[in-house]
């Protein structure tokens, strides 16, 4: 992998962390996933279902008058 960063799961390539497959940043198993977004957008599925769910939650708990009295 060709970067400023490197994956300590990464050797020679290959990730030992998932079943010493290629080592593909983001794919289902990897530590990034859900955690960055990528250019791959088949690699964002879980940071896309998070935000989805953390959007729901904000929207089923609207902010009330006390939650602004209480805001830094």
């Not at 300590?8 to 290629?22: A, F, Y």
């Not at 960055?36 to 008058?65: I, M, S």
């Amino acid at each position: 992998m060709a970067g400023g960063w490197g994956c300590p799961h990464e050797v020679d390539e290959i990730c030992t962390k998932i079943n010493s497959l290629p080592c593909s940043p983001g794919m289902k198993g990897c530590v990034l996933a859900g955690r960055y977004v990528f250019a791959d957008e088949a690699k964002n599925a879980r940071l896309r279902g998070k935000q989805a769910r953390e959007a729901a939650v904000r929207n089923d708990n609207p902010p009330t008058a006390d939650d602004s009295a209480n805001a830094p």
